[in-house]
């Protein structure tokens, strides 16, 4: 109400002033030698009708069409984001030199959950162009890396902190990589 309220008093004077303007406009002949013609051509009626409904069904079809491809780009690049993220945290908890294995194994959980659903969102949405095989792959190279060990502590020196990273490296890649394809489409 209050809107409509603002919008009614800002269109009076908008009114006034072009009324004023238009007869500035008479007033110094711009607009005196103009003469209407009483002739209506239903042709013409007809063809700014058609041109006036074919635009704005276009500019409703091309604009649903546009947010709908937005909403999947974003909501897959939320996923690979939530990956990226775990990844970064996961990182950081292996940059000790002793963790329990099973606080290791609750990290790498939590990421092939975010890595599962990144895949079922993939093939909720139909996308071709990504495949979440190569996360799969290095997950697995991830798992194999930080689980390779005797007891309940994993030991982690320089040369295992080296292929951890490279690893998490190479899945930070892929995901960006991932990202550059899907707003690339």
């Known amino acids: 109400m ?4 603002i919008y009614f008093l800002l269109a009076i004077p908008s009114l006034i ?3 004023i303007f238009s007869r500035f406009l008479f007033a110094k002949s711009w607009l005196s030698n103009i003469k209407l013609s009483n002739e209506v051509d239903p042709m ?9 409904f074919v635009a704005i069904w276009l500019g409703w079809y091309i604009t649903r069409k546009l947010s709908a491809q937005r909403f999947e780009k974003e909501y897959i690049i939320s996923d690979i984001k939530k990956i990226e993220e775990e990844l970064f945290l996961i990182e950081k908890k292996l940059e000790v030199t002793k963790i329990d294995l099973q606080t290791v194994l609750e990290l790498l959980s939590r990421f092939n959950l975010y890595i599962d659903r990144f895949s079922k969102t993939i093939d909720i949405f ?5 495949n979440a095989t190569n996360l799969s792959s ?4 991830l798992y194999l890396k930080t689980t390779n060990t005797e007891g309940d502590q994993l030991n982690i020196d320089d040369s295992v902190k080296i292929e951890i990273n490279t690893i998490c490296s190479s899945i ?14």
Do not use: H, P
């Open 172 to 185: 930070l890649v892929e995901t960006r990589q991932m990202i550059f394809t899907i707003n690339k489409k």
């Open 126 to 130: 139909k996308v071709t162009s990504i």
């Open 44 to 52: 013409n009626i007809f063809s700014t009708l058609i041109s006036a």
């Open 2 to 5: 209050g809107k409509n309220l």
């Open 138 to 141: 290095a997950y697995q190279k």
């Open 17 to 19: 002033v072009i009324d």
